[in-house]
């Protein structure tokens, strides 16, 4: 299994970001993909994920709703994650997980498989 996550750089405040997720080696119509971040000093936490479910049920980090969208193309073996109106805080290592789940999780314990991250910074 293989999760390649990209499209971070350094960005001004409010600007916008489009991370990817692509992936290999899994059926990945029947994951669910987690994205999740990592700022120095900080625990892993969970920004978003996406279920495989016909609706493609979501979940957000409270302090990114609003400014993040998580969508899938199944026939791209992708996930991707639009940040708008990004902020300082966001700045991080953004990580992609895949794990099959009956629903997403934020939970990093949840995942079992990870990409090797891509870094975003924000700053003036």
């Known amino acids: 299994v293989q999760l390649q996550a990209s499209g971070g750089g350094l960005v001004q405040p409010g600007d916008s970001l489009r991370l990817s997720c692509a992936a290999s080696g899994l059926p990945f119509d029947f994951y669910a993909i987690g994205w999740f971040r990592q700022a120095p000093g900080k625990e892993r936490e969970g920004v978003s994920c996406?279920?495989?479910?016909?609706?493609?049920?979501?979940d957000y980090l409270d302090s990114v709703k609003g400014r993040f969208t998580v969508t899938r193309d199944n026939a791209k073996n992708s996930v991707y994650l639009q940040m708008n109106s990004l902020k300082p805080d966001d700045t991080a290592v953004y990580y992609c997980?895949?794990?099959?789940?009956?629903?997403?999780?934020?939970?990093?314990?949840?995942?079992?498989?990870w990409g090797q991250g891509t870094q975003v910074t924000v700053s003036s």
């Open positions: 996406v279920d495989w479910s016909f609706d493609r049920d979501t």
């Open positions: 997980a895949a794990q099959r789940l009956s629903r997403c999780s934020l939970q990093r314990e949840s995942y079992s498989y």
